[in-house]
């Protein structure tokens, strides 16, 4: 779980160089010398080449980031690890703030906070070449780089803004998160108390009812019986049936695949055969060609697109989506004002950008040509040009808070509707002239449900107060950190023979148990022996992630944990026997009410909640029984009554 780059000093020094950075190592979870995952290098100065003052690069760096003006820093390492710090942050405010400095003979080992392993060591080389560039008085361009780190980040699978916003809530509650490789899939939590799944889709989730959402026409049928408001219409094969059923139900109409999503293909406000014909012609062109040909056309209705959201049945937030719009200066043409919009710093298309890119397609030179428009027409200057009839916040749109605003009558709509599925969250898109409202008094209509729906227009939307969706989905299923967490035991150095004693005594006093143990000898689930990874902190992580896994014991030797560090953070109990310097970092993890029980020599120590208990003991025998006796205890106190001692 921890990748070395690079192993010889000055390995990727230039002889025109005046520093180095080398021995790149990433690590997953806590180290020695972060409790986080972070990338760590060294960092020298060749003597090549005599850096300059420091004062030169603080003036040049604070320039972009003026905060570091107000420090004072001592080594050239100091500065550097600084810069890395900020610039991690990719100029989009990501929630990495942690670094360390370690000073050896010959040069400084340098770790960072870090997610993406790839971004953040690019961060490192981006920060390396600016250095560079400032001693040899040379213009470097540090917002193109950065632009190019963003997305890069953004590509990543921590990159998009839902599941980004759910491992920044995640990490700022103390809730265990890591990504499964194999799965594409986040997993909060540990063993038996652990959430998987991607984005606003967990393995709880209903996956009969998250189909189901996808069959637009079924849907409607079924919201429709139960009496909830939605658009008269039908589902059409061809363009004949699409003219047949708008005669029959009155233009407008609005036209979409059965089998769309975020708006791809979704013409509204049709009012006439000829515009019916192209929006027809685009509806089929977005549906997936292996899928047969399948159309809805339903009235038209005006009014404000409205999305509302559901978390486990209750509302939590509404907002309000507008077609993406320019507006003209006299001069320029719409394509070029989109390009100056798409420059604007909120439309990066990061994980934390309150808006997406304006996107030019089919259905936008369309709608131009409705307004007897195209890319080349000038707009004389403060003319408002909305670019879509669809309020499609993937493809530029803008999102407005709405939540403070719902009528109850809507809330209770919108909860009656999501009761009605085994969803974790339940995104329910409608149409109201005013949300304010009841929708029992018309101008109101459901279009359409969504499983797995964005939550990012809640959390940062363009025009309104955020509203904390990660937060409320996480607490649904975590309270606090500690509902997240099974009991888990951390050896410094335990043998094969002393696991298996230790998980055949425990079994012995709760035999329901489910247990599992790492040593460097080998993996184990109760006493049935796993296949053993070569990476160890995969046979770890492959126990964390057992569903039905109720207590952990692990061994993180010194030598473990320089190469991988850690896979978890925060260990019930920490037996330390004959500790090195490097194996006391597992006193940094031990969590609040810990019991940590230390040997040296025939000198144990006990301490649990400030207070700390000495004894002898004088074989290996007593030593075990001893941190055996601990063990029991705190299940017996921790663990749930459904596991009573026999």
């Known amino acids: 779980m921890v990748r070395e780059q690079t192993t010889d000093l000055h390995v990727n020094t230039r002889k025109t160089d005046v520093f ?19 990338i760590v290098f060294d960092f020298a100065l060749t003597e090549h080449q005599d850096p300059l003052p420091m004062e030169d690069y603080v003036h040049t760096i604070s320039d972009f980031y003026p905060q570091l003006a107000e420090q004072t820093y001592e080594l050239y390492a100091d500065l550097f690890a600084r810069v890395v710090s900020e610039v991690n942050k990719l100029d989009i405010s990501l929630y990495f703030n942690l670094y360390s400095i370690n000073s050896y003979h010959s040069y400084v080992k340098i770790a960072i906070q870090a997610l993406h392993e790839h971004t953040a060591k690019s961060v490192v080389y ?42 920044q809530t995640a990490y700022q509650q103390g809730i265990p998160t890591f990504y499964l490789w194999e799965e594409g899939l986040m997993q909060y939590g540990y063993g038996k108390k652990q959430l998987r799944g991607i984005g606003t889709t967990f393995d709880v989730d209903s996956h009969l009812d998250s189909e189901f959402t996808t069959r637009k026409d079924d849907c409607k049928e079924f919201l429709n019986r139960l009496g909830f408001p939605v658009p008269k219409g039908d589902i059409v094969t061809s363009e004949r049936q699409a003219l047949a059923v708008a005669q029959e139900i009155g233009y407008p109409v609005v036209i979409k695949p059965v089998s769309g999503h975020k708006g791809i293909g979704v013409t509204p406000n049709i009012r006439d055969s000829r515009k019916l014909k192209s929006a027809y012609e685009l509806a089929v062109s977005a549906i997936p060609k292996d899928l047969s040909v399948r159309v809805i056309v339903e009235e038209s209705i005006w009014g404000k697109d409205f999305r509302l ?50 996107v030019i397609d089919r259905a936008m030179e369309r709608y131009l040509y409705g307004q007897r428009l195209d890319l080349d027409s000038v ?19 803008v999102s407005i808070n709405a939540t403070d605003k719902i009528h109850p009558d809507n809330i209770i709509l919108a909860e009656e509707i999501a009761q009605n ?21 018309g101008n109101f209509a459901v279009l359409e449900i969504n499983a797995a729906p964005g939550i990012f227009m809640h959390v940062n939307p363009v025009i309104g107060k955020s509203v904390d969706v990660p ?11 500690e509902d997240a967490r099974i009991p888990i035991i951390t050896f410094n150095r335990i043998t094969k023979m002393a696991l298996l004693h230790t998980i055949a005594y425990l079994l012995s006093e709760y035999p329901k148990l489910k247990i599992g143990g790492v040593s460097r000898e080998g993996s184990f689930l109760n006493l049935a022996q796993r296949f053993f990874h070569e990476d160890y902190n995969r046979n770890v992580q492959s126990l964390l992630r057992h569903p039905q896994l109720d207590l952990f014991i692990a061994e993180y030797s010194g030598d473990i944990l320089e190469s ?6 925060g260990s019930n109990i920490v037996v330390l026997d004959h500790p090195t310097a490097a194996e ?28 700390v208990q000495h004894l002898i003991v004088r074989s290996d025998v007593e030593f075990c029984n001893l941190y055996l006796e601990r063990i029991s205890q705190f299940i017996l106190m921790s663990l749930d009554v459904c596991y009573p001692p026999t």
Not at 311 to 330: C, H, L, M
Not at 421 to 441: E, M, P, Q
């Open 20 to 38: 180095d950075i080398f021995n790149f190592k990433y690590y997953i979870g806590p180290n020695p010398y972060l409790d986080t995952a972070a």
């Open 471 to 481: 937060h409320y989905i996480l607490s649904q299923f975590f309270p606090s950190a």
């Open 126 to 167: 981006l920060v390396w070449d600016w250095f560079e560039n400032i001693s040899k008085e040379r213009y470097f361009p540090l917002e193109e780089r950065l632009i190019k780190l963003q997305d890069q980040f953004r590509k990543s699978v921590y990159g998009g803004p839902t599941v980004y916003a759910l491992w």
């Open 421 to 441: 599925f085994r969803l974790t969250c339940l995104g329910i898109d409608v149409i109201a002239k005013n949300i304010a409202h009841s929708w029992r008094y």
């Open 379 to 397: 707009i004389e200057k403060n003319r408002i040009i909305y670019l879509s009839d669809v309020a499609n916040i993937s493809s530029g749109g």
């Open 309 to 358: 959201l559901c978390v486990n049945g209750k509302f939590v937030a509404a907002t309000e989506r507008r077609p993406p719009s320019i507006v003209g200066d006299g001069y320029s043409t719409i394509e070029e004002l989109i390009a100056r919009e798409n420059n604007q710093p909120q439309r990066r298309d990061t994980p934390t950008s309150s808006m997406s890119k304006i």
């Open 564 to 569: 991988m560090g850690m896979v978890y953070k």
């Open 584 to 611: 006391m970092v597992l006193l940094r993890d031990a969590i609040d009410g810990s019991i940590v029980i230390t040997r040296q020599k025939q000198n144990v120590s006990i301490r649990h909640k400030g207070v």
